[in-house]
């Protein structure tokens, strides 16, 4: 799944990129688990650029060589017969030269549906 949207100032102005894409799981047992997981996990970053970002946007956007600040989410993964493998990694860019970087490994048992712990 993806979410792309620009986030602007009341002029229009684009101040925050946002870009998300998580997995969506077709097993049975992981569309109970994994998928909401990822889904709300998504909705929490996307409410991080709004609520966090934005308002810094905001407040550096008289400045001088402003760009635009960005959130990406990103995913790999991998699918064998017994689990799903997912690499999340989530870049914040504060449009200048700072950039923080996340990067989250889950492993998903089909047999429990659960996360596992290695």
Known sequence: MQTKK???SD???PLVYVNVSYPA???RKLKKTANPFYEELAKKFCAFAANSLLPRAKAAMGEKDFKPYSAVMIYNG???PEYAAVTLQA???DGHNRADANIMRQKWDKKSGLMSKN
């Open 25 to 27: 799981f077709e097993h």
């Open 78 to 80: 991998e699918e064998t």
């Open 11 to 13: 002029g229009g102005e």
């Open 91 to 93: 870049f914040v860019f």
């Open 6 to 8: 620009t986030l602007v």
